[in-house]
């Protein structure tokens, strides 16, 4: 047991949202707060949310949030007493946690060796294996591993078989392998992502069940003996192994598998001497039957669940347990009501294959409050105005609803998606509405292969279909019109006689014409194309009237693009230029980068023979890898990034000519 030590200032180890969800209880228990930041993240939300800051200089996470040294002279400096790590970045570093100890500091999370047993997936399954819980067999792989006995351990696991990172998670790291033939590159590439992202590259392969649920359990300890779970979670929508969509309780959890699982946890807690806020991570087999995955020694990005349903404040519990205290009695016997469920939302174009966005958003709102008994909570790093860098993880808010019952909660989370007033990079909003409306999903039929049966490019088209894009853009050249202050006298063209039509094209969201006009008894008519039907139309503020039939519409227009928001459906139009530059030259054969982000491996050189599908050129962007293949046969022409590159969105990486242009 541990002398009481309350906090009286707290360092915060990390950004954006997670930071800003710390400040906000931080705030509540009157412990003041100190951020950290980035170049990058000099004006960012979680720097003007605390009550002081200091600059880590640089932009990258290696410059920054992951150097120890830097946030102990922060702590120092200012006077903190205390470090919560929040989750990514140093989180379940058992060094950082054991330097923050001797520096004399509060570390808010588990003891350091806790931690390194877990760090390390490997061992943490043997421990598992030594209290009793179940784990799935596999094979650790070490980077003598030569190509025969690769191919025995893939064969001594069992195709399909998972090569994932020892240390680190969020999906990183890991790689489904179907087929012997596939695994070595597997290998290959989750060594460098693991290596990148964590700094360890030592990888296992471990048996992959196949359509399973993924569930997890909260658990928690106290310095006085106390360990505890509070309840399950469901996370199994997910893609690329990194979750989209999770839930509190689970649909296929009852209370005899709850009481299964809840034992298991608590008794992998206990076997590493667990003290705070963790995770007992299981896959779900059809049948029932689970299997260890790992403990996440740290807050998750899904905690928010558990609080709704349980009443309980994680961050709350976290910042007591680590000042000493023991759990409070409804903490020692939780209890759950109603139903929760948290969707994503992520700066990325779903149908481009979830590519990671970045940019400045003009609007970023989504809702929150209490409606109807729905509550709908949002814990957010960003506010309207401001920029998602390249540099770090692309989420941009949680949006999280509870109800008394799954339906309503689900159903309540895609109407506040739908409405939300998002005006700037793409994001994946489309694809958590569709989601969360799917049958599939309603029913609760899920697991980890939701994405496979389901093109995740199909879900995450536009919510507004072609008939709602047209009144939308109707909308929006209306607002264009209705916005020159001579109301079309001069629209465009040197107009000395009455307003005629005047035609705005536009791209983006939808390809669309639409023409205005004003009648001289000051009424307006629209059509959509050259041969479109004519309408009688008017905007108002909140509501476009179209035919004498009324809908609430908010738009949102800035010089040369407009952000249109309906109930149904949303469009981001850009318009075209009515006189455009001259087409540049053809660069046909050329690959352009999707992305900004930075060149790890190059696999080609000028002068080689590639066939389609090969790979090229693999960038690193917001932690994950994107691999840039020939499009078709051909030969090498030119060449423009070398490993250690950093490019743009756009930028010309390689060249590939088909053979008889080479020649």
Request: charged share 25%; net charge negative.
């Amino acid at each position: 047991m541990t002398t009481p030590r309350p906090i009286t200032k707290l360092l915060i180890a990390n950004r954006a949202e997670i930071a800003c969800r710390i400040i906000r209880t931080a705030r509540e228990m009157l412990i003041p707060t100190v951020a950290v930041y980035s170049d990058a993240d000099a004006g960012a939300r979680h720097v003007r949310l605390a009550d002081e800051s200091v600059r880590l200089p640089g932009n990258t996470a290696a410059d920054t949030y992951l150097r120890v040294d830097a946030l102990l002279d922060a702590a120092r400096r200012t006077g903190a007493d205390a470090v919560h790590p929040g989750y990514g970045f140093l989180s379940e570093h058992a060094e950082f946690a054991r330097e923050c100890l001797d520096a004399g500091l509060t570390f808010v999370g588990p003891p350091p060796d806790a931690i390194a047993a877990m760090g390390n997936k490997v061992e943490a399954k043997a421990r598992m294996t030594a209290a009793g819980v179940p784990v799935l067999p596999g094979v650790t792989l070490d980077d003598g591993t030569g190509d025969d006995a690769l191919d025995a351990a893939g064969e001594q696991v069992g195709y399909p078989v998972l090569v994932k990172a020892a240390f680190g998670g969020g999906g990183r790291g890991m790689r489904v392998v179907a087929e012997p033939a596939a695994l070595a590159d597997a290998v290959e590439s989750a060594r460098r992502e693991a290596a990148a992202a964590f700094g360890d590259g030592l990888v296992f392969l471990e048996r992959y069940v196949t359509n399973p649920r993924h569930i997890e359990m909260q658990v928690f300890a106290d310095t006085h003996g106390n360990t505890v779970h509070l309840f399950e979670r469901e996370c199994s929508i997910q893609r690329r192994h990194q979750k989209v969509i999770e839930e509190a309780p689970s649909v296929a959890v009852d209370e005899a598998l709850r009481a299964r699982l809840g034992d298991a946890a608590v008794a992998a807690a206990r076997a590493i001497g667990y003290v705070g806020a963790g995770t007992v991570e299981f896959v779900m087999a059809p049948n029932g039957e689970f299997f260890f995955l790992e403990v996440n020694t740290r807050l998750q990005v899904e905690h928010p669940v558990t609080e709704m349903i349980t009443g309980l404040d994680l961050v709350r519990l976290q910042l007591e347990v680590a000042g000493g205290a023991p759990l409070p009695p409804e903490a020692l016997a939780p209890e759950r009501h109603g139903h929760a469920v948290e969707a994503r939302l992520v700066a990325e174009d779903v149908p481009t294959g979830f590519l990671p966005t970045s940019g400045r958003y003009r609007a970023l709102e989504t809702g929150e409050g209490n409606v109807g008994g729905v509550q709908v909570r949002v814990d957010t790093g960003y506010e309207s105005g401001d920029s998602v860098s390249t540099f770090y993880d692309a989420l941009l808010a949680k949006v999280i609803a509870w109800a008394p019952t799954r339906d309503v909660a689900a159903s309540a989370l895609a109407h506040t998606l739908r409405r939300a007033r998002l005006h700037g990079p793409r994001t994946n909003r489309d694809l958590l509405v569709r989601t969360l409306e799917h049958p599939e999903f309603v029913a609760g039929a899920i697991d980890t292969a939701f994405y496979e049966r389901h093109d995740p490019s199909e879900l995450g088209r536009p919510l507004a279909d072609s008939e709602l894009v047209d009144r939308l853009a109707i909308a929006a050249a209306l607002a264009r019109a209705t916005s020159a202050r001579t109301a079309l006298a001069v629209p465009y063209g040197w107009r000395n006689t009455a307003p005629g039509w005047v035609t705005t094209t536009f791209t983006g969201d939808a390809d669309r014409s639409v023409s205005v006009r004003q009648a001289r008894d000051g009424t307006w008519h629209a059509r959509v194309g050259d041969d479109g039907s004519l309408h009688d139309v008017a905007l108002e503020p909140e509501r476009l009237q179209i035919d004498g039939v009324t809908m609430h519409v908010s738009v949102d227009r800035l010089v040369g693009e407009t952000w249109v928001d309906s109930e149904h459906g949303n469009a981001h139009l850009v318009d075209v230029s009515r006189f455009p530059p001259p087409e540049s030259s053809s660069d046909a054969g050329s690959l352009h980068s999707p992305l900004p982000g930075t060149v790890v491996r190059v696999d080609v050189a000028v002068g080689d023979t590639v066939h389609a599908g090969a790979p090229l050129v693999v960038l690193e962007a917001m932690k994950m890898e994107h691999t840039i293949r020939a499009p078709h046969d051909g030969v090498v022409s030119e060449l423009d990034v070398a490993v250690g590159t950093q490019v743009e969105t756009g930028a010309v990486l390689v060249v590939v000519v088909v053979v008889a242009e080479a020649g």
